[in-house]
């Protein structure tokens, strides 16, 4: 059957939906692990899903150990994902600017966020789109129903590496704790430098706030309209 590819255009970004996948398989079945493994799982056949399968195969080929899954379901989704990513945003010429598995209401989405210099349009969204989703059907990691969105970052992008602070350094910032600093939360300035530890904002009056990066929620592009 074909795959229904949805366009839809958001304020500042631009998305596809490519489908919602709908998994033939949610039952568990006794495995046993490769002999890498640790003994004690293989000799009691230890009984897991498919994913979590392929999610210890996954963790040993990156030096992980694995122990019940070190690594979240989360967190391999997103990683495993943007490794199938990689070949196919070099072949469309544009760049990974993340990757993130999430929940909202009863929905699960897989967001790729796509870039490059001078920005990303639609072709280029479902380009990556098209591809990936033969390769998320081949793969077959993912044990939830899902929606997958190919999109660019947007202009108010959330800076989550070290690649997007290191770009956005003297750009004007939105940046928001999880605890009151100062008697507030929400802060906006320029930010002008950050470490593994900190952040540094030009604020008002040219005088500088260092925050932690430990109590920083999200930190984001500000939107200057």
């Known amino acids: 059957m074909e795959k229904p590819l949805h ?3 958001r304020s500042v970004n631009l998305t596809i939906v490519t489908k919602i996948y709908q998994l033939q398989w949610t039952c568990e079945s006794t495995v046993f692990l490769s ?3 640790p003994v004690n799982l293989r000799n009691a056949g230890w009984r897991c899903s498919t994913s979590l399968v392929q999610q210890a195969e996954y963790e040993l080929k990156a030096g992980k150990e694995f122990k019940g899954g070190r690594m979240s379901k989360r967190e391999f989704y997103e990683a495993r994902t943007e490794e199938l990513l990689k070949p196919i945003v070099e072949s469309a010429g544009v760049e990974i600017y ?4 999430v929940k909202e ?3 699960f989405y ?3 966020y796509i870039d ?3 920005g990303v349009n639609i072709q280029d969204c479902e380009t990556v789109s098209r591809a990936l989703s033969d390769q998320l059907d081949a793969e077959d990691y993912i044990e939830d129903a899902y929606i997958l969105e190919v999109s660019s970052p947007g202009l108010g ?5 070290e690649k997007h602070l290191s770009k956005s350094i003297g750009m004007e910032v ?3 704790t999880f605890k009151p600093v100062n008697g507030s939360k929400d802060f906006e300035g320029v930010l002008k430098a950050f470490d593994n530890d900190t952040l540094t904002l030009t604020v008002e009056d040219d005088q500088d706030l260092v925050f932690q990066r430990k109590d920083i929620a999200v930190i984001k592009l500000a939107l200057d309209f």
Not at 98 to 101: F, G, H, I, L, R
């Open 7 to 9: 366009f839809l255009i």
């Open 174 to 176: 939105e940046l928001k």
């Open 116 to 118: 490059r210099d001078g």
């Open 98 to 101: 993340d990757v993130e598995y």
């Open 110 to 112: 897989l967001r790729c």
């Open 35 to 37: 002999r890498t493994i």
């Open 105 to 107: 209401g009863s929905d």
């Open 157 to 161: 992008r959330t800076l989550k590496k």
